[in-house]
């Protein structure tokens, strides 16, 4: 503080400058990382539902998960190969907009269904001592380390599950313990089961020299393993393990000949069994021919295609050699199909055809 006197004339003015400093401080909330809820029930995190391995579990009411309930029969969580996160947010934020505050693991033995909770407690963005503030679980397998982060699970099929958005009061020292867990079960697409919604497609019908191409796509829990047998024998390199847990994998065959004709079959499995799928039996057939040329007395003539069934060809024509003309398109349904030519052949001294299949 400074004073300073002013001696203006008669008038005397005493002046005081009080100067102080105001400091601005905001300290978070603290929260622990563990598995209780209200009232210190534990609520340990399941997996899939084994009669259902679809179900969607969503969290638990707020009481927490009674040991034994039998709408939950899925296995416990155990180990590095699942991540839980605590996301946190002042009151009233939506469960998409919430900010990831600590990262965790299971237990393992006796331990399996809680986490192992990070070192110290942690923090939430934007909420006060005291106050209270929005959570959620969220859990998933992580495939080996492969899926990191949330975004990078949700394109994937793996095992997922995420609790209620709930509220708690933050704790006002390092000691606070979070209570309000929601037991849940994770939304598991193909746990326990073997791969399922096998889809395959190929070209049963090709012409030699053309490229034939099987393909195969499954939904399972990775790692998926497709294999191709031709003839009952896997074929050798054609194996490929997926660990997205929805994939496709494609065989295929260049400059086919007539050796490559037969029964092709693929096997798709993964560690909860797997099932070997007929494809189709391939058949090779030669290039076009046209043959069979007949004229009648009125000077119209017919053609006779053969080749592979249900192809359409591309139909040449030439009066003057080498420039060739499209002509016309055929469909061959049967393997042998009649061209009538109905414009008769006096329009030039000679004509030629060939014939050219389709893709």
């Keep these: 503080m400074k004073a300073t006197?002013?001696?203006?004339?008669?008038?005397?003015l005493l002046?005081?400058?009080i100067s102080h400093t105001v400091t601005h401080a905001w300290a978070q909330g603290y929260v622990r990382f563990n598995n209780q809820v209200v009232g210190q029930v534990v609520a340990p995190v399941y997996g899939a539902d084994l009669g259902n391995p679809t179900v969607v579990r969503t969290g638990n009411t707020p009481a927490g998960f009674p040991p034994g309930a039998s709408s939950y029969d899925g296995p416990l969580l155990a180990g590095s190969g699942y991540t839980a996160q605590l996301w946190a947010g002042p009151v009233g934020t939506p469960a998409n907009s919430l900010t990831l505050v600590a990262t965790t693991i299971f237990r393992t033995g006796s331990g399996a269904g809680f986490v192992v909770e990070p070192t110290g407690p942690v923090t939430v963005p934007g909420v006060a001592p005291g106050g209270q503030a929005a959570f959620q679980v969220r859990v998933w397998k992580n495939q080996n380390d492969a899926l990191q982060t949330w975004n990078q699970m949700a394109g994937s099929l793996t095992p997922r599950g995420a609790s209620d958005v709930f509220v708690e009061t933050l704790g006002t020292s390092a000691a606070t313990v979070l209570r309000g867990w929601r037991s849940f079960n994770i939304t598991c697409l193909s746990c326990g089961s073997r791969p399922f919604n096998i889809t395959v497609s190929g070209m049963?019908?090709?012409v030699q020299g053309e490229t034939v191409r099987f393909n195969v796509q499954a939904f399972g829990e990775p790692p998926v393993?497709?294999?191709?047998?031709?003839?009952?024998?896997?074929?050798p390199g054609a194996t490929n393990t997926s660990f997205s847990g929805q994939d496709s994998f494609s065989y295929s065959i260049t400059n086919v000949q007539a050796s490559h004709a037969g029964v092709y079959e693929v096997g798709v499995s993964n560690n909860y069994g797997g099932f070997l799928?007929?494809?189709?039996?391939?058949r090779v057939f030669p290039p076009p021919s046209l043959e069979s040329p007949t004229v009648t007395p009125q000077g119209n003539f017919s053609l006779v295609l053969t080749g592979a069934p249900n192809r359409r060809y591309a139909i040449e024509l030439a009066t003057n050699l080498p420039v060739w003309q499209a002509h016309r398109t055929v469909t061959n349904v049967t393997g042998r199909v009649e061209m009538a030519e109905t414009n008769g052949v006096t329009d030039a001294p000679w004509r030629f055809y060939r014939a050219r299949v389709l893709p």
Excluded: K
């Design 5 to 12: 006197a002013l001696l203006p004339g008669r008038f005397s």
């Design 15 to 17: 002046l005081f400058i």
């Design 204 to 206: 049963g019908d090709v």
């Design 225 to 235: 393993t497709y294999s191709w047998f031709y003839g009952g024998n896997l074929i």
């Design 277 to 282: 799928v007929p494809i189709v039996s391939l």
